[in-house]
């Protein structure tokens, strides 16, 4: 089996044949095809229902109210494609990408997600002409694909209806008013996940982190749920807190249609617990955090600058693209937290899409701060002031910082990598 199509005549007559097999009709013939390259394919309402496809590369195809009910799609790439109202029910999509994509009111009842292994073992790569990106496809299909993969996928309305999302990897999608009733769901990721109006009911959830979703409005009737971390209550916090609060995770959940974007420039909020809240682009400017728990807080493209957080304790917590030049850090706890680069993609609308965005930290102040298991990665840190800080097992991965600077982490135990 080759791994593209000549021409648009080629594949135009493949699917013909296929629709011919689907009908039990003369001359018909399964569309069969590793690797098969469609990237930016226009094939919207095509029907690849019992397709054998593994590995397939449908990057940035539009697939509106296409149909792969029961096709073979492991490990398949739908980066950004356009997937609305697509049909995925009992699919084998084990390991497949779809980061990124628009997905709203897709139905994807009872299809497979489960980690596995693609069983073909002939599957080889011959010739040096073949491309990289074939040869990262073909790479994931000879190993264990590992989870499905939806970062940041729009899923607005789709159907997960007594779906095995076990280890599925929902980062940052968008779940509103998703039907996940009668799902079984263990050890899959929901961190920064939109799930307000959310069916869960009947659900079976296990070992799974909610810290930092939107649950606004989500059903939980009659789910079982076990070692379940659920986000943090604020009722404790003061009305004008609350609010403010209660309306920034609207503007997430809404990206920026209803709600409003939380300002806590230079307000006092020293000593509150904000321990699980999710708090994406909200803005600190020069506010005064001293003492506050911000533990397991999801803190992604916070606007920290000039923000004092001086004995405040961020452990576990998540500031992946945050902006926090000239903050103070002075005594902070900030063991196992990580500074990353955040990506975003077109349905978020709230940085330009398609680059990454790392940690902008110049000139703060982390001195004698807790960083133990730290994890820096792309982060500007020029300037900061490390006196006294624990780094030991810190990570530091391709971050912009002084001279000399490297050396004196790695002598204190820190991992320094030039790039990542």
């Not at 806590?264 to 617990?273: E, I, P, T, V, W």
Request: net charge neutral; aromatic share 6%; proline share 2%.
């Amino acid at each position: 089996m080759g791994s593209s199509f000549k021409s648009t005549h080629d594949l135009v007559e493949a699917l013909r044949a296929h629709a011919r097999f689907l009908r039990s009709q003369g001359g018909g013939k399964r569309l069969q095809m590793q690797l098969a390259s469609l990237r930016g394919a226009g094939l919207p309402g095509v029907d690849l229902s019992e397709a054998i496809l593994p590995g397939a590369d449908f990057t940035e195809s539009v697939l509106r109210k296409a149909s792969f009910s029961r096709a073979d799609l492991y490990a398949a790439d739908f980066t950004e494609a356009d997937l609305r109202q697509a049909q995925f029910s009992r699919a084998d999509i084990r390991g497949a990408v779809f980061r990124g994509a628009a997905m709203g009111e897709a139905d994807l009842s009872g299809a497979d997600l489960r980690p596995g292994a693609y069983a073909d073992t002939s599957l080889k790569l011959v010739g040096a002409r073949k491309s990289m990106r074939h040869r990262a496809r073909a790479s994931r299909l000879r190993l264990n694909a590992g989870a499905t993969v939806f970062d940041a996928a729009d899923l607005e309305g789709a159907t997960f209806k007594d779906t095995d999302l076990c280890s599925t990897d929902l980062t940052n999608a968008n779940l509103v008013n998703a039907d996940l009733s009668g799902s079984r769901i263990s050890n899959a990721v929901f961190a920064n996940a939109n799930l307000a109006g959310a069916d869960f009911s009947g659900a079976y959830l296990e070992n799974i982190d909610l810290r930092g979703a939107i649950l606004a409005g989500a059903n939980f009737s009659n789910a079982r749920l076990i070692d379940v971390q659920i986000p943090a209550d604020t009722g404790a916090l003061d009305d004008e807190i609350r609010d403010k609060l209660d309306n920034h995770l609207l503007w997430l959940g809404s990206l920026g249609r209803q709600g409003e974007r939380a300002d806590f420039a230079r307000l006092d909020l020293s000593g509150l617990d904000l321990r699980g809240c999710n708090l994406t682009g909200a803005d600190f400017t020069e506010a005064r955090l001293s003492g506050t728990l911000l533990d397991d807080a999801v803190l992604d493209f916070t606007v920290l600058r000039n923000t004092d957080l001086c004995f405040a304790s961020l452990d576990r917590a998540r500031l992946d693209g945050v902006f926090m030049p000239g903050a103070v850090l002075r005594m902070a706890s900030l063991k196992d937290a990580s500074f990353g680069e955040a990506r975003l993609y077109r349905h978020d609308l709230r940085k330009k899409p398609g680059r990454p965005w790392p940690a902008q930290m110049a000139g703060a102040d982390l001195k004698n701060a807790d960083l133990r298991f730290t994890t820096f990665v792309g982060t500007d840190l020029s300037d900061v002031n490390f006196i006294g800080a624990k780094v030991d097992a810190a990570t530091f991965d391709g971050c912009r910082m002084g001279p000399g600077m490297k050396g004196a982490l790695r002598e204190r135990g820190a991992r320094v990598h030039t790039k990542h």
